[in-house]
């Protein structure tokens, strides 16, 4: 039951009882006015029966127009009165038994009565058989009785009233103790609730207008900040190819700068996609086994680079216990890996990064810790909670100072607490910080690469940095290749330098340079010299080196794109002209059909399929891939996602369930989350090569599923 019910029903029981209570109350007041009126009457009868015995007894009442006229008056009153009281609907038994029964008073009455008005008619003024005056006596004796009677009567009545009105106030004291405990009790909680409830609300609704206040600055902020760190890699990347096409002797070092500004621009696309997907909880984590050789080095090589720019050490250590594959999600570990160190590299003006990896072993789950700790500006402690919030940083003027969203360490988080591990930190202002990673080591293995070398080969590699060696090291043997590592250019100058086919050479090496190295080796004659891949994070650096370009046979940039590399290496395996010859005709007999409505993107696969001798149709949406795929038979289908009139997923579904198509479908497009490759494969489409598209991808994809037909 409802408070307002409650509260109806009280004031509904109220009235009733004050209703009832006038009632019975007026009634018995009006009962107590009649039975006055009784009892005055019986006692008039009393002493009327008095006067009139006096009168008739005094005898002066013959020569007396007044006695008589009293006697009169007295004797009309009295014998009213009697009737009155004999006619008393709601007469008693007692005092109805007096006037009718035993003592037969009403025959008395009025028998006193015709006494009294004989006197009247006497001739003489001798009294006519007088009353004796123990029947007078008797007669008011009774009369008193009766007035005795009516007055007891009366004050039980008044006893009566009495507890009447003690019950209806007990009554009204119960009433209004069953409205307290029921009603008011209830209603004054539900009025302090609605008071706390509304308190509460007012100051939830400040804060959250407060929160709002600072989510606006900040976002405001972040605008700014946004703005400016997506016009810089724009400016960057028109630039660079203004120069391009203004100086083509120059324009592959220009173009290499374009793609790494291009490269920058799409990590922050990248950024604001993770964030609002984050926020539709629409983010999903791969479980694919994860190559750590692989991410450490991608991460070390490049932020590596960085420091040495800054002119700060960087350390890197890792557990030999480490295990070289785990399941998860490599494309996120990396994430969180180079925000982590790039936020340190950032904020550390003097001193040293370290990277530190260790392994947990446990009795329920292993975990990999990777810890990066900086020797920078540090965080305040009351500036510890916020730093993973969104659009936030230790300190606004810090992103003026250092650039940057304020986005990467709330999705780094996220991340890594989607992969069931968090991030913590540890700082202290003016002497570093120490973030935290820990993530599940489940253990897994990578799928075996089967490479038929039909010539030996044997490899050195010339890296100071111990990651880029070990996952060299992983490549290449991979491929069947023998390989032999050295820490430093003077370590392999100084143990048999001729006696290698390939050699895989850092740029940037203390002491020692990648070209210095080689124009050493070059000053000693052999008789072949090795094919020479030249790594670096700085490719641009070549510009102000020595003139080796003569030495080098491919230049890689750091992070490796092992796809890259692995088919520069399969190159150099004897090939005869004729299966190069067979390769090519091969390529021409393969039919692709290309789903692309835009137009550059279109440009950019076909020309690539041009290189590659295979034959091509293209259409522009996905009705007329189905319309297509009616019509002839292709031995690949590369599909956009998202295009006018039929989409990718739409068109591929269509494929599969109703024209029961069989043709490899891969999917190209825009949206590289693993729930749009689930989306993808769903479909019915064989696989999924996000843009922008690597070319050595693109091929390497090609050939997976167009060449085991």
Not at 306 to 323: R, V
Request: charged fraction near 20%; charge should be negative.
């Amino acid at each position: 039951m409802s408070i307002r019910t409650r509260y109806i029903a009280a004031l509904l029981l109220t009235a009733s009882l004050v209703s009832l209570s006038f009632t019975v109350i007026y009634n018995l007041i009006s009962a107590q006015k009649q039975d006055a009126e009784i009892i005055n009457i019986a006692g008039q009868q009393r002493m009327l029966s008095q006067r009139i015995a006096l009168l008739a007894s005094t005898g002066r009442i013959c020569g007396s127009y007044k006695e008589k006229q009293y006697l009169s008056n007295a004797l009309a009153t009295f014998n009213n009165n009697h009737q009155r009281l004999i006619s008393i609907p709601s007469l008693s038994p007692v005092i109805h038994n007096v006037y009718f029964g035993v003592k037969a008073l009403d025959t008395r009455v009025e028998q006193y009565t015709q006494w009294a008005q004989g006197l009247f008619s006497a001739p003489t003024c001798d009294i006519p058989r007088l009353y004796s005056i123990e029947k007078v006596t008797q007669l008011l004796s009774d009369l008193d009785y009766v007035v005795d009677l009516f007055e007891r009567e009366a004050s039980a009545r008044v006893d009566t009233v009495a507890s009447v009105e003690v019950y209806l106030w007990l009554g009204t004291l119960l009433l209004l103790l069953i409205e307290a405990i029921f009603i008011f009790s209830p209603l004054d909680k539900a009025i302090r609730d609605s008071i706390k409830n509304l308190t509460t609300l007012k100051n939830q609704a400040e804060i959250a207008e407060q929160e709002a206040r600072r989510a606006s600055k900040a976002k405001s902020e972040f605008l700014s900040s946004m703005s400016h760190e997506l016009r810089t890699p724009m400016n960057g990347l028109f630039g660079m190819i203004e120069l391009a096409l203004d100086n083509p002797e120059k324009s592959n070092v220009y173009l290499k700068k374009a793609q790494s500004a291009g490269g920058q621009l799409l990590i922050l696309i990248n950024d604001i996609l993770d964030i609002s997907k984050i926020e539709a909880g629409k983010i999903k984590v791969e479980h694919a086994p994860v190559d750590l050789l692989q991410v450490l080095d991608d991460a070390v090589s490049l932020q590596r680079a960085y420091c040495q720019k800054k002119g700060l050490a960087f350390h890197y250590y890792k557990d030999p216990s480490l295990p070289p594959v785990i399941s998860g999600d490599i494309t996120r570990i990396t994430q969180i890996l180079h925000n982590l160190l790039s936020n340190a590299i950032k904020f550390t003006d003097s001193g040293s990064v370290t990277l530190k990896v260790s392994f947990l072993e446990q009795t329920n789950h292993n975990i990999i810790s990777f810890d990066v700790i900086d020797t920078g500006i540090g965080i305040d402690e009351t500036k510890l909670c916020t730093i993973f919030d969104k659009f936030e940083q230790a300190d606004q003027s810090t992103t003026r100072i250092h650039g940057g969203t304020g986005l990467g360490l709330s999705i780094a988080k996220q991340l890594a607490q989607l992969m069931e591990g968090d991030i913590t930190v540890r700082s202290t202002p003016g002497k570093g910080s120490t973030f935290t990673f820990t993530m599940l080591a489940k253990s897994a293995t990578l799928p075996q690469l089967s490479v038929d070398t039909q010539a030996p080969l044997h490899c050195a590699i010339i890296d100071d940095l111990q990651t880029s060696r070990e996952y060299i090291e992983h490549i290449v043997s991979a491929m069947g290749i023998r390989s032999k590592s050295y820490h430093c250019a003077r370590a392999f100058l100084d143990d048999d330098p001729l006696a290698y086919d390939i050699l895989i050479v850092d740029l940037a090496m203390p002491t020692m340079s990648g070209i210095d190295m080689l124009l050493e080796l070059e000053s000693l004659e052999p008789i072949t010299f090795p094919r020479v891949i030249l790594i670096s994070a700085e490719l641009e650096r070549l510009t102000y080196e020595k003139d080796a370009s003569h030495l080098l046979w491919r230049t890689h940039t750091k992070p490796i794109n092992r796809r890259e590399l692995e088919h520069d290496l399969s190159s150099l395996f004897e090939k005869s002209t004729s299966s190069i010859e067979k390769e090519t005709s091969v390529n021409q007999t393969k039919r692709i059909l290309i789903a692309e409505d835009n137009d550059i993107n279109a440009e950019i696969v076909k020309a690539i399929l041009n290189g590659e001798n295979y034959r091509f149709l293209h259409v522009k949406d996905g009705q007329e891939a189905v319309n297509a795929c009616k019509r002839y038979s292709f031995n690949l289908i590369l599909m956009d996602c998202n295009m006018p009139i039929m989409g990718g997923i739409e068109a591929s579904k269509i494929l599969r369930s109703e024209l029961k198509i069989t043709t490899p479908i891969v999917a190209l497009t825009a949206n590289a989350f693993a729930e749009d490759k689930e989306e993808c494969l769903a479909a019915g489409m064989d696989d999924f090569l996000p843009k922008p598209i690597d070319k050595t991808t693109l091929l390497t994809c090609i050939r997976k599923h167009v060449h085991h037909q």
